[in-house]
Structures are given as structure tokens and as C-alpha cells.
């Protein structure tokens, strides 16, 4: 049987999401690579047990990561079962519903038929009880919001999960989305959107919207998928993302357009003594908003790398600045 680390609460920092009850680590393991049914399952298995090892208690799916769509969510299914089904107390796991999953016209997007489907598919191919947040995806212009935050709130009160969470949504979005929920009795726990030192839209508006309404942020791709380390810096790596069949959003066209700042962030990183993936993360700690940062990862070794950057997560206004300026070219 499989004993996690007896430090491992030592070892990861939680910081509570919004004005919620519920902390989060400040590293999460997203699922969406390196975990479907074309994948080693034991490389996966090995990657859950470090993390939580790690104090990484969050574990963050959607109906659709695989490839195929759904077996990433049975392969965890199969990790919890072997390894962590007396430790489900102990484990935060996400997942969300939005995006195609089925034919037909209501295998996508908001609407209470899907998302209630949808999230009855997880948790069967997940083998558990309940999730601990589930999300909305994506905005659906279509369905009105009072709809899918309604199916959120149902999740809740039927038992089928814990907390609710949005992602992709605009700060408008948001705004509006958070209102009924709050309005509900269940307020909006958490937002995903995606944000690195390449994407750094949601600092506009969103994240003053998040802090307004007490909602956690957890950033996802926080490494712009693998471009912010220093893995490109030689070529592209054949067991890299940008080299994968499986990963249509990642080639060597953003890797070359990208290299040259990578390069530059890399050289602040040496001089703070740490790798450019930790660097890129402990960036995105520097607002109490964000919650937790959500990476993803192909080896164990990259996991036990990112918890690194806990030793050196604060920045002087130099590096800031220098940091901004090879941003902004
Ligand atoms: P990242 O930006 O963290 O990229 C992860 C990739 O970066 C890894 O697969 C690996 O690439 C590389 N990497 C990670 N750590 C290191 C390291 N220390 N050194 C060198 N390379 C490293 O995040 P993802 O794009 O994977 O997204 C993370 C999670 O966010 C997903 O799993 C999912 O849960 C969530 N997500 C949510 C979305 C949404 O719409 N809500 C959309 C996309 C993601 P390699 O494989 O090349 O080794």
C-alpha cells in the first residue's frame, strides 16, 4: 500500500482560495497531458504519489483530457483506486465540463442537461462519490447564465460536488456569473484562467473583479506549456510537448517565436540561482489573489523542480522591471 510522506504538510505552503474555508497548495497538478490512455500509466501513478509526497493535495481534470477524451479521467480513476482510496479526505480533485465531449447537442458548452450528464461521466469514470470543485469551462454565449450557474448550484446541493468554480470567463463574464451564484448560496469558489509571462490578459480587469468578489485564482499553463523553462533553449527535445502528435497546441513556430526572450528570462533566473519553470511560477505568486498555480508536467522531476520555487519566490523591483521590459520587447 502505498504511504505518502509523513512531511509532506511541511513541505507546501495553502493559501486559502478568496474568503472561502478551503486552502490550496501553491503548486496544483493538472492532468490534460501525460495521463491519457496513450500515455504510461505509471509515469502518471509516479507523478500523483510525488506530488502529494509534495504536499500537492490538488488534483485538477475535465471530462475531455486524454487523449482519448475521458481516460484521463479513468486513469486517475484507477490511481485513486490503487493508491489513495483511504486518502480521498485528503485529496482535492477538480473537474469541469464544457467543452465537446459527446454527439449531439448536448454533449458541449452550458446547459443544465449537459453539464449534469456530463458530470455524472466523471465521477463513474473517476470511481468516486463527488468532486471537490467542479467548474463551468468555458462561457456559453448561448445558454443564459442563470442556467448554468443554476446546474453549478445543483452539483452542490446533490451531493455531487463540493465547491463551484468558472474558467475561461471575462471579467465581465465573471462579474455577472459570480452575482447569481452568490445569489444562489453558492458562491463562486474559484476562476482558472490561463496566465504566464506570455499571457498576462487576466491583470486588466479580471483579477481586480476576483479580489472584489472573494473568488481564488488558479492560473493554468503557468509555464506557457513548457516554453518558460529552459528545455527549448538547445532545440526541441523529442519527448517534449512541442514535439508530441498528441499536443495540437504547442509546435516549433511558438518555440522559435518566443525563443529569444526566453533566453533573456533565463539569464535573471541564474542570477536568482533558480531554474526559468521556477521562476515563471513563483512570478505568478507575487498577488495574494492567486491561489495556487495549476502546472502540468511529463516527469516527476519537473514536479519536485516547480515545489523549488518556494526557496525564492519574492523579487526585488529590478527584477520586476527587467522582467517587464524583456516582456514588452
Ligand atoms: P504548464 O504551462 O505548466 O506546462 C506543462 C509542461 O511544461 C509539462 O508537460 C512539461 O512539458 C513542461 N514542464 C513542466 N515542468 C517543467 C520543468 N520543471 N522543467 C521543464 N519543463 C517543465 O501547464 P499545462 O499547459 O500543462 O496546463 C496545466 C494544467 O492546467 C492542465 O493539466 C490542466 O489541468 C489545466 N488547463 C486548463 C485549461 C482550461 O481551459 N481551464 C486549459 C489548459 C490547461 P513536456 O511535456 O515538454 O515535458
Redesign the pocket.
Known amino acids: 500500500m502505498y504511504v505518502p510522506a509523513e512531511n509532506r504538510y511541511d513541505v507546501m505552503q495553502y493559501r486559502r482560495s478568496g474568503r472561502s474555508g478551503l486552502k490550496l497548495p501553491l503548486v496544483?497538478?493538472?492532468?490534460?497531458?501525460?495521463f491519457g490512455g496513450v500515455d504510461v500509466l505509471e509515469n502518471g501513478r509516479a507523478m500523483v504519489r510525488r506530488a502529494f509526497d509534495l504536499g500537492i493535495t490538488h488534483f485538477?481534470?475535465?471530462n475531455n483530457?486524454g487523449p482519448p477524451a475521458g481516460s484521463a479521467e479513468e486513469n486517475f480513476g484507477k490511481i485513486m483506486k490503487l493508491d489513495f482510496h483511504h486518502l480521498r479526505h485528503e485529496v482535492v480533485i477538480?473537474t469541469?465540463a464544457?467543452?465537446w465531449m459527446w454527439n449531439g447537442p448536448y454533449g458541449e458548452w452550458g446547459s443544465r442537461k449537459y453539464l449534469i450528464s456530463s458530470l455524472d461521466q466523471s465521477l463513474k469514470r473517476m470511481g468516486l462519490d463527488y468532486v471537490d470543485i467542479f467548474?463551468s469551462?468555458?462561457p456559453d454565449p448561448d445558454t443564459p447564465f442563470e442556467e448554468t450557474m443554476s446546474a453549478l448550484d445543483y452539483t452542490v446541493r446533490s451531493g455531487r460536488a463540493m465547491y463551484v468554480g468558472l474558467?475561461?470567463y471575462n471579467a465581465e463574464q465573471t462579474r455577472e456569473a459570480a452575482a447569481i451564484l452568490r445569489d444562489l448560496g453558492t458562491p463562486c469558489l474559484i476562476h482558472?484562467?490561463?496566465y504566464?509571462m506570455f499571457n498576462r490578459w487576466v491583470e486588466d480587469e479580471l483579477l481586480e473583479v476576483l479580489d472584489v468578489f472573494g473568488i481564488g485564482t488558479i492560473p493554468?499553463?503557468?509555464?506557457?506549456?513548457?516554453?518558460?523553462?529552459?528545455?527549448y533553449l538547445n532545440g526541441i527535445?523529442e519527448?517534449?510537448?512541442?514535439?508530441?502528435e498528441h499536443?495540437p497546441f504547442?509546435d516549433k513556430d511558438d518555440v522559435d517565436k518566443t525563443i529569444d526572450q526566453v533566453r533573456e528570462l533565463n539569464k535573471i533566473a541564474q542570477e536568482r540561482g533558480q531554474?526559468?519553470?521556477?521562476m515563471a511560477?513563483a512570478w505568478l505568486w507575487r498577488f495574494p489573489v492567486i491561489t495556487s498555480?495549476?502546472?502540468?508536467?511529463?516527469?516527476v522531476?519537473?514536479?519536485?523542480?516547480?515545489v523549488g520555487a518556494m526557496n525564492n519566490a519574492n523579487f526585488s523591483e529590478d527584477e520586476l522591471n527587467r522582467i517587464d521590459a524583456i516582456l514588452k520587447g
Open positions: 496544483s497538478l493538472g492532468l490534460w497531458h501525460n485538477d481534470l475535465a483530457y477538480s469541469k464544457g467543452y467548474y469551462h468555458r474558467s475561461n482558472q484562467p490561463i504566464n493554468f499553463s503557468p509555464l506557457a506549456q513548457g516554453l518558460l523553462t529552459d528545455k527535445p519527448d517534449s510537448r512541442a514535439a508530441s499536443s504547442l531554474t526559468l519553470a521556477q511560477v498555480v495549476l502546472i502540468g508536467a511529463s516527469k522531476r519537473q514536479i519536485e523542480d516547480i
